[in-house]
C-alpha cells in the first residue's frame, strides 16, 4: 500500500498476498497499525497530498486525481480532518517557505500522471491519440473507506 497509494486499492488482493481472508487481514491490519486498511492508505494519500500541495504548481482538483482519491469532496473533507485545514487554506498557509513551486507538468511527470504515449516511431508529445493527459475522473477509491 505504501508503494502503490494512488492505485485503488484491492482488499482482497492484498490479504490473499498476506496469506489471509480479507477479514481477518483487516482484524490483524488494524490491531497492528491501529487503522484499517483503507484509513491507512487515505491517511497515506493525504500526506503525499500535503507534500504537492507545498510544492507544486497544480491546482487542488489535480493533485485529489493524483493521489488516489475519485471524488473531490471526499478528498477535501478527509484532508480537513486530518490536517485541520482545507487543502486550499493547507497551501496558502505553507507555501513560500522555500523554494518556488515546481511546475505542474514537471510534477505530474515525475508522479506518473501522464499516460504512455505508445511505442510507435516518432511518436510524442501531442502525436499521440490525444490522451496523454492524466487519468480521467473515475472511482480510484474503492476500499478506502472504514
Known amino acids: 500500500m505504501d508503494r502503490d497509494w494512488a492505485s485503488p486499492l ?5 490479504a490473499a498476498h498476506a496469506g489471509y481472508s480479507r477479514f481477518h ?17 487515505s491517511r ?5 497530498a500535503e507534500e504537492l500541495l507545498r510544492t507544486a504548481d497544480l491546482s487542488v482538483t489535480e493533485i485529489c486525481w493524483l493521489v488516489g482519491f475519485g471524488s473531490l469532496g471526499t478528498f477535501s473533507a478527509r484532508f480537513k480532518k ?8 493547507y497551501r496558502k498557509r505553507h ?16 508522479s506518473g500522471g501522464f ?12 502525436k499521440g491519440d490525444g490522451k496523454g493527459a492524466g487519468t480521467g475522473p473515475g472511482d480510484r477509491n474503492s476500499g478506502e473507506g472504514g
Open 25 to 41: 487481514f483487516i482484524r490483524a491490519f488494524k490491531q497492528v497499525y491501529g487503522l484499517t486498511p483503507g484509513q491507512y492508505l
Open 10 to 14: 484491492d482488499l482482497d488482493a492484498v
Open 95 to 110: 507555501v513560500g517557505r522555500g523554494a518556488g513551486l515546481i511546475p505542474g507538468c514537471y510534477a505530474l511527470l515525475w
Open 115 to 126: 499516460k504512455s504515449f505508445g511505442s510507435r516511431e516518432g511518436e510524442g508529445p501531442g
Open 82 to 89: 486530518q490536517t485541520g485545514l482545507t487543502p486550499s487554506d
Open 44 to 48: 497515506r494519500r493525504i500526506e503525499r
